[in-house]
């Protein structure tokens, strides 16, 4: 990968250096992002729902920088096609970084109605948090695998979500089920299963962003398509 991060021009280099530093920094302030929505389910702690809440306006604002960014490197520099998978990726991967934001933000709101109305969701905590914890890790992996233009884990995260839409399934039939026997708690569990779809649809960005990085290390588009464990599609 030593054409995609070394060039002639020793500014270029200065300037994809600068450009991938702050898609990490606004991965890691959406890593933490995610992580306190997830302490707020778990504890129905207000701080944690108005921090990841708040969180999202400086996000947006660094999605913005960015974009900004890769335009005027792109006028200024004309770069080259491997160069240009390197810009393009970037852009695509900050779009999908801001989208795990939006999703952490509707569950700290889900979490706000709830408790908001007395409610307490822990009794479905265990398995949302199972869930939360894995799509974490994932968010994690693939902002190393960008970090260090790594494929094979790319990879693995992108595998990885095929667990986290099983869980999913899974708990949305338990919360329908309850929903059956305990009809008073409609309202409750329908913000529980919302909330489990943000978290479900946060493995999905952060499957995207993997693909992405694929695409900037490998010149292969493998969106759409499903792959094995070891990396091939099936």
Known sequence: ????????????????????????RMGGLVENQVATAIEAYGACDPRAIEETIARDQDINALEKQIDDESAQLIARRQPTAVDLRLVFGIIKIVTDLERIGDEAKKIAKGVRRICAAGSQPTQFAPAILHLAETVLVMVRESLDAFARLDSGLAQKVIVDDNGVDAEFKSIVRQLITHMTEEPNTISMVMDVIWIARS????????????????????????????????????
């Open 199 to 234: 978290v479900e649809r946060i493995g999905d960005h952060a499957k995207n962003v993997g693909e992405h990085v694929i695409f900037i290390v490998e010149g292969q588009d493998v969106r759409h398509r499903r792959l094995s464990s070891n990396g091939g599609a099936v």
């Open 1 to 24: 990968m030593e054409d995609i991060l070394h060039h002639q021009s020793s500014q270029f280099d200065e300037e994809l250096g600068r450009l991938r530093s702050d898609v990490l």
